[in-house]
């Protein structure tokens, strides 16, 4: 297996149009999640999925966002009505929930983000 | 509210050892992670501690104290490729990742 893929790596759109992003996670994993990260900071948690079923959600994230993972394996995040600050890099990581635990989780290499 | 603190940034030079630490509050904790993110690209994991005590994989280590709610990673014999930001996270009582803002090591020759 190759990792977690994620399409497009790079987006630029303009304020007010939807974009979505697709990724793929590691072939045997069933957790996914999605992360925004802007420049300087950590991570930050926008969903997860376990399988098909999306378990949480961040109170940061508006209705304009919203994710899918139709057959428990790749997801779409869709953004609709871009705002500037919606600019960011959008990370997908998978990982594989045993019976003793979760461990660590894979990131793929990102989309970026910009709307002007 | 949860925090994780670790430096900005820190210096180091090519060859030497450089510690980073990692201070957290969470509510709960199930384990602690080390990742390492070069610039524009994705973090790669490092490190795992969920017990008191010292990881060692290679020329990496990760220490861990819960009673103080502190962790460091400690690089040794330090290459020009380690210069990246390194980021902190702890999983919480939800299994969720609380990620520190990383620090970013930059090695000089």
């Known amino acids: 297996d190759t990792g977690v893929s994620q399409n497009p790596r790079h987006k630029i759109t303009k304020r007010g149009q939807n974009v979505t992003f697709r990724c793929d996670p590691i072939s045997e994993h ?9 420049l300087g900071q950590g991570p930050e948690f926008l969903t997860y999925f376990q399988n098909e079923a999306q378990l949480e959600k961040s109170r940061l994230l508006s209705d304009r966002f919203s994710a899918e993972r139709p057959k428990g394996s790749f997801s779409t995040l869709e953004i609709q009505r871009t705002e500037q600050g919606d600019s960011a890099m959008y990370l997908c990581a998978s990982s594989l929930l045993r019976t003793e635990g ?4 894979y990131f793929g290499p990102g989309t970026r983000l910009t709307v002007t | ?18 510690q980073i630490n990692c201070t957290y509050q969470t509510s709960g904790f199930n384990g602690l992670f080390w990742y390492q993110q070069h610039a524009g690209e994705a973090p790669t994991f490092l490190s795992y501690n969920v017990l008191d005590g010292l990881e060692e994989k290679g020329r990496f280590s990760s220490f861990l104290s819960r009673s103080k709610g502190y962790s460091y990673l400690l690089l040794k014999e330090l290459q020009m490729k380690d210069s990246a930001s390194y980021l902190c996270a702890v999983r919480d009582s939800n299994y969720q990742l609380i990620w520190g803002a990383g620090t970013k090591l930059i090695i000089k020759p």
Do not use: K, S
């Open chain 1, 30 to 38: 069933n957790r996914l999640y999605w992360y925004r990260q802007t």
């Open chain 1, 102 to 105: 979760d461990y660590e989780q």
């Open chain 2, 1 to 18: 509210g949860q925090n994780i603190d670790q430096p900005t940034e820190m210096t180091a030079t090519e060859g030497a050892i450089v």
